[in-house]
Structure formats: C-alpha cells, structure tokens
C-alpha cells in the first residue's frame, strides 16, 4: 500500500516547561527538527499567547510541522506532515522529544492520500500530463 504522505501526531508530555514557555527554544526546535530530516523549509511562523502558550509552524516544500504548548501542562502537540519518501518525519519528532525533554512521549502514524492499493509507487508531484487529462 503506498500514501502520498506521512502525518506524525506527536503527544509530548512531562516536558520541560521553561522550554515550553520559550518562544526562542520552541521556533529554534522546529526549525532545527526540519532540518535534522533534511526538509526544504520554506516560511516559518510563530505566535506567543498571553500568558503563556505557543503556536507556530514551519511550512517545507514537502508539508509542514506545526506545535501547540501548554506549558502550564508540561505538554506539547506537534504534528509533522511530510509527502514522499525522501524526508524520514520519525527523525523530526526524536530531535523534538529530546529537545523539550519529553519523558513521556507518544507517536500515532497515519498514511495520508492512500490512492492505491497496489504495488505501485505515488509521485508526490503530479507531472503535467497528469494534470491536462483531469
């Protein structure tokens, strides 16, 4: 079975909350979790709650990661969203669970955009062709 894509849904509990409180330490994780699985960032974004709480996400050529805190939790939401197979997403989410000092984190996997059931491998990018007969 093969997926256009792969949605980590990251569950970071028992983390360090000063991290988590950061928006320095929250932008520099995502960022640098990007890079360690080698995406293409593209744009980054984020956004400090008062009073506490951060948002944001880093968009990649090949999808995005996106974070939720709540420090007053000691818990963070991340989801990491990467098409093809190029970019290991499970690299992301280790480089995160360190990084926020997770001593209890979880991982769900869900296949995204599974077209086909066969032994056919999906480009990630429609060719032209493809698009002039739709």
Same mark, same amino acid.
């Given at each position: 079975?093969?997926?256009?894509? !792969?949605?980590? $849904?990251?569950?970071?509990?028992?983390?360090?909350?000063?991290? $988590?409180?950061?928006?320095?330490?929250?932008?520099?994780?995502?960022?640098?979790?990007?890079?360690?699985?080698?995406?293409?960032?593209?744009?980054?974004?984020?956004?400090?709650?008062?009073?506490?709480?951060?948002?944001?996400?880093?968009?990649?050529?090949?999808?995005?990661?996106?974070?939720?805190?709540?420090?007053?939790?000691?818990?963070?939401?991340?989801?990491?969203? !990467?098409?093809?197979?190029?970019?290991?997403?499970?690299?992301?989410?280790?480089?995160?669970?360190?990084?926020?000092?997770?001593?209890?984190?979880?991982?769900?996997?869900?296949?995204?955009?599974?077209?086909?059931?066969?032994?056919?491998?999906?480009?990630?990018?429609?060719?032209?062709?493809?698009?002039? !007969?739709?």
């Amino acid at each position: 079975m093969y997926a256009l894509g !792969t949605h980590l $849904l990251v569950e970071l509990r028992d983390c360090n909350p000063a991290i $988590l409180k950061s928006l320095e330490e929250v932008r520099d994780a995502l960022v640098s979790a990007a890079k360690e699985a080698k995406a293409t960032i593209i744009d980054i974004s984020f956004h400090e709650f008062n009073p506490f709480g951060i948002s944001g996400m880093v968009v990649i050529a090949e999808s995005h990661l996106s974070i939720h805190t709540w420090p007053e939790y000691c818990y963070a939401a991340v989801d990491i969203f !990467t098409c093809g197979d190029v970019i290991k997403p499970e690299v992301a989410a280790a480089s995160l669970i360190e990084r926020f000092e997770s001593k209890n984190p979880s991982l769900v996997e869900i296949k995204r955009g599974i077209l086909s059931h066969e032994n056919v491998k999906l480009p990630h990018k429609v060719g032209e062709s493809a698009l002039q !007969t739709a």
